[in-house]
């Protein structure tokens, strides 16, 4: 009966929306709603058709002729498989990305740690300092570190140990500001309690601390390879010719000349790449907290991470 | 509980790496914008000691980004792309964080992952999708001419001012939606219930409380999003790269990968720097202010 009864009601609210709908299409949610997804779709169907056509048959990017894996590894000399440029700009922003994690992680942690707790003289600038990477206009980074290598640091000069420490230079600040998220939000009666039941400060770290910042490290990592992916400022300035570019240099030179399908072809795989490890880190967040979300809120505070 | 050089100690890495690679490096653009040009040899001769700079290109830099100098219509340009650009983006970008912080319901996750998504893929891989829709037998040239709004396909990537622009609002919007959303979505309802009980009308509401609360994230956006344009070179050179809608990026680019003069791209450098350090500065202080608040929570 009364199933019957929320089942009728049901029926009427959705014929009472349709005639709302017809006497005032614009009422405001409507014209909300016609917005939000007009942007969605604007903002992504672009990228998909671009994805698209990295399977075109033909040369074109702006004709369809039928699926085909060809540039991806079926045509013997222009394919993301078979070109040695396009191979090695792919080997080249993995190769940037990896260290990049590998040196940005642990220098981030210790560094969110460190401002997080210390309070004595030097401790602000050293927080002014970590703030600045994150405001500062690419092209004045990019600037920046090309004078430095070619006028003072000349050893090291441009090229891929260049683009490893500039890299490493931006990445470090999202670093900080994602683990000390979830330093703040853990706060310090974990360890008092490790200590009050007799561990060392080195175990406490390593024991206590350690284990409950492994979610945001997780997530760190995957942001900073994120990052250090989709960059292109930075390792245009520091690269030192074909030899250093990295995909998004490939695409760009690329979009300037006469594109062929296999840069949609890279600039997909690349992305794919990215996605993935942040959906990886995504979950690894989610496997790594659980038990700790509290409904809702925590909800957005793990969101809050990836908005970065 | 701890010793006392534990925390400085922990953090020493990460700073000294900023001072080498972040604090020294800007001041090295700094030295080499106030120093000297090799007259053999035409290269950039930084001069380290404040004490003995030499003002000369910096000056001359100004003169030329003066009403009447070869730079002022390039910076009147970029100001104007950046503006415009930033006034479409809010335009397009507050209902859009309005209607996912207050009526999305269910779809509010599946939103907010969607206008996530963007920022995380490439931005030279969302221009490669432009130039691919807008060359001359793209899908946006067929669709206007097969809706006859267009009698001729029209050469969009030839140097178009609306081309730029409408790349650069959509390369940087996502940064922007994202702030906004979460300064609409922190507003608490009750204020609103209270407005509209108190006899305010939907508008006036909007007007006097909605608006009123969400203008740290329309100012933090705007920022975040202002600051990168400025520096722009990139977007410009991909869908247009014609020298009538090049901006001031575009301008450093080329002293020092064209142009052999790295003095002057240095002296651009710096002044654009300065001119940008009210936004970066109001963008820090907030990020400061939202740590602070988090620390007390």
Sequence with gaps: ?308 | MYRRWLWPGFAFPGVLWLIVLFAVPFYAVIAVAFGTVDPVLLQADPIWNPLNWNAGWILEVLGRLAPGGTFFGVALRTIAYVAIALALSLLIGYPVAYYIARHAGRMKSILLVLIILPLWISYLMRMLAWVNLLASDGYVNRFLTFTHVLSQPRDWLGGQASTVILALVYGYIPYLILPLFAALDRIDQSHLEAARDLGASPWSTFRTVTLPLSKAGILGGAVLITLPMFGDYYTPDIVSGAPRTSMIGNQIDFYFHYGGQPTIGAAITVILAAFLTVLMAYYMWTIHRASREVRTV
Excluded: C
């Excluded at chain 1, 009427?12 to 614009?26: E, I, K, Q």
């Excluded at chain 1, 460190?114 to 002014?128: E, Y």
């Excluded at chain 1, 920046?144 to 931006?170: C, E, N, P, Y």
């Excluded at chain 1, 790449?273 to 967040?285: D, R, Y």
């Design chain 1, 1 to 308: 009966m009364t199933a019957v009864a929320e089942a009728r009601r049901g029926e009427l609210s959705a014929l009472y929306r349709v005639r709302g709908w017809l006497r005032n299409p614009w009422a405001r949610p409507r014209f909300l709603v016609l917005v939000t997804w007009s942007y969605v779709l604007w903002s992504l169907v672009p990228v998909l058709i671009a994805v698209q056509f990295s399977f075109n048959a033909t040369r074109s990017r702006t004709e369809w002729a039928g699926f085909s894996a060809r540039w991806y590894w079926g045509d013997p000399v222009d394919s993301v498989w078979h070109d040695p440029t396009l191979r090695h700009a792919a080997i080249q922003s993995l190769k940037l990305a990896g260290a990049d994690v590998l040196i940005a992680t642990p220098i981030g942690v210790l560094l969110a740690i460190g401002l997080a707790r210390w309070t004595g003289w030097g401790s602000r600038p050293s927080n002014f300092l970590m703030l600045f990477p994150l405001v500062t206009p690419e092209i004045v980074m990019g600037v920046s570190l090309l004078l430095i290598f070619t006028q003072v640091f000349t050893f090291i000069g441009t090229g891929t140990i260049a683009q490893i420490l500039g890299h490493v230079t931006f990445s470090i600040s999202y670093v900080v500001v994602i683990v000390r998220g979830r330093l703040f939000s853990i706060g310090r009666q974990y360890e008092e309690a490790a200590a009050d039941l007799g561990a060392s400060p080195t175990v406490a770290l390593t024991r206590v601390l350690l284990p409950l910042l492994t979610p945001a490290i997780v997530a760190s990592a995957a942001v900073v390879f994120a990052i250090s992916i989709d960059d292109f400022v930075i390792s245009q300035w520091l690269s030192s010719g074909g030899a250093t570019d990295t995909v998004p240099i490939r695409i760009y030179s690329a979009t300037r000349a006469a594109p062929l399908p296999s840069t949609n072809a890279i600039a997909t795989v690349m992305m794919l790449f990215t996605l993935l490890s942040l959906v990886l880190a995504f979950l690894a967040w989610r496997v790594f907290t659980r038990g700790e979300r509290r409904a809702r809120a925590g909800q957005t505070k793990d969101l809050a991470v990836f908005e970065l």
